[in-house]
């Protein structure tokens, strides 16, 4: 009779309390989501690309716009969906309400709720991207109008953030030390913070521990960075944590910094985080087989049941979108920056990815040896794309021409290099000479995608191409 009477008892508060933990979790899962990027001029259609994202078996997407097709193609699925303000409307916006009335009105409220828009991201990246610090003051007020729109509205399933990337740091080793950086840690940051916890939103935070293992590959350990590491640790004295991947160390710099303004508590999402599967010959550890390594082992942590968290948070469930869903042609810099996708733009997979977490890895077909997780040694050349669009390779031409010191001087009429007298050969001279003189101050082999790299040395006779030496 006691423990008949001691269940009924305890039966009431235990099924209160499982109701709130499914209310939480329904809030907030573990269900991993994708990137949905749109930089690219041969991806499928917005509903051929929602039934890949269904094949992934992603739960949540991230636009980097409000594109009205996308969302209509959204309508009805059970995808939760974080759509964007661009960058260059948030000065405006955080001056005007009745703007910030009108993008909600236009962007929102003609998909929601049929289209399950729940993220609603002021910006991208802003405090990284813009030199004009005035649209770093003008962030939060925009978030602050932006969330008062929805208000007005009716809509309170939306969180309203912004995504940051970890440069909002100006120190993050030991991640105990984790401090924003000086120039926005009080006009920015904390004011931020403030709308975050009032409003129980999250800080969106782009991760990607492929760029410090790159930067420093004999102090960092490649296994340490794809969460791989069987015995490499790293034990935070300050702190009295122990780390076992790049990626905790990274986040916790984050949560420390959070704590250093007074909000220790504030939940963090994973705005993006992935690995390149591909890249330029002067990148290291750009592969497919480090990228599926990578972001199988980052979904596996994500979506671990019970949720494992960071040292500095255990148990706590982090909310994440996976970078990219495509490799995306027209994305601007080094090559590693079209080489992030899932898939490729012909919907083909780069590697087979399991978003749900539920495929055991024995599954998997094998994956590609790594070729280039060393450093290239030797020289690289900068030449025209084959797939060059040769209309628009006259004016890169002219680019290259003009910024150096006796740049294209052996391509001038008599010179060594002026036959054959052609755009191809003359561009490629160019575009290799300009990114011998420039590399080391930033200057790259990209000429808005009609440039490649090669190492197969394009000299001629008595023509010799400038090059780079690694």
Known sequence: MKMSLGLGSVLVPLLTLSLLVSISSAEISGKVGVNYGQLGNNLPSPSRSVELIKSLKAKRVKIYDANPEILKALKNTDIQVSIMVPNQLISNISHNQTLADQWVLSNVVPFYPDTMIRYLLVGNEILSSYSDTQTWYDLVPAMRKIKNSLRAHGIRKIKVGTPSAMDVLESSFPPS???????????????????????????????????????????????????????????????GLTYTNL????????????????????????????????????????NIYNAATYNRNVVKKFTSDPPVGTPARPGRVLPSFIFALYNENQKTGAGTERH????????????????????????????????????????????????????????????????????????????????????????????????????????????????????????????????VTL
């Not at 905790?248 to 690995?275: C, H, N, S």
């Not at 998997?364 to 900068?382: A, F, Q, S």
């Open 177 to 239: 030390n984790g401090t924003f950086r000086s120039d926005i840690a009080s006009r920015v940051i904390k004011p931020m913070l403030q709308f975050l916890n009032r409003t129980k939103s999250f800080f969106f935070l782009d991760v990607y521990p492929y760029f410090p293992w790159s930067t420093d590959p004999i102090n960092i350990k490649l296994d340490y960075a794809l969460f791989e590491s069987k015995n490499t640790t790293y034990w935070d004295p300050v702190s």
């Open 247 to 286: 990626f905790d160390q990274m986040v916790d710099a984050v949560i420390f910094g959070m704590k250093r303004l007074g909000y220790p508590d504030i939940r963090i999402w994973i705005a993006e985080t992935g690995w390149p599967n591909g890249g330029d010959y002067d990148q290291i550890g750009c």
């Open 340 to 467: 992030f996708g899932l898939l490729n733009p012909d919907g083909s997979n780069v590697y087979e990815m399991d978003l749900s977490g539920e495929t055991p890895e024995s599954e998997y077909k094998p994956l590609p040896k790594p070729t280039n997780n060393e450093p290239y040694k030797g020289k690289i050349w900068c030449m025209v794309a084959k797939v060059a669009n040769m209309s628009e390779v006259g004016s890169a031409l002219s680019y290259a021409c003009s910024q150096g010191n006796k740049t294209c001087d052996p391509i001038q009429p008599r010179g060594r290099c002026y036959k054959p007298d052609s755009l191809f050969w003359h561009a490629s001279y160019a575009f290799s000479s300009y990114w011998a003189q420039f590399k080391k101050v930033g200057g790259t082999c990209y000429f808005n995608g009609l440039a490649t790299q090669t190492i197969k040395d394009p000299s001629y006779g008595s023509c010799k191409f400038p090059g």
